[in-house]
């Protein structure tokens, strides 16, 4: 089966840490770029970052300094870990897998005092 499934979404205080996974089953991962997309209530969805089969990464302005996008692909596995978070940040956060369009449930992430 084709999937991606996301892990570690919650709820943290302005100025937290948290780290996101996103799983593939069933894709050739180590040759996908691999992205993490945000959706907040009322928004459109946007690009976090992406990551490479290579390993190089973009990040949007807005998280930069503050989030790491990164993959093993003995795991198949992509994290977003999100440090210094704002409540802007507040979100459904997606996996995609660039190369067959795949998107993953999504995990909500909260950022609240």
């Known amino acids: 089966q084709v999937q991606l499934v996301e892990s570690g979404g919650g709820l943290v205080q302005p100025g937290g840490s948290l780290r996101l996974s996103c799983t593939a089953t069933g894709i050739i991962f180590k040759f996908s770029t691999m992205a993490w997309y945000r959706q907040a209530p009322g928004k459109q969805r946007e690009l976090v970052a992406t990551?490479?089969?290579?390993?190089?990464?973009i990040y949007v302005d807005s998280v930069k300094g503050r989030f790491t996008i990164s993959r093993d692909n003995a795991k198949n596995t992509v994290y977003l870990q999100m440090n210094s978070l704002e409540p802007e940040d507040t979100a459904v956060y997606y996996c995609y897998a660039t190369r067959i369009k795949l998107w993953g449930q999504g995990t909500q992430v909260t950022v609240s005092s």
């Open positions: 990551i490479t089969s290579g390993g190089d990464t």
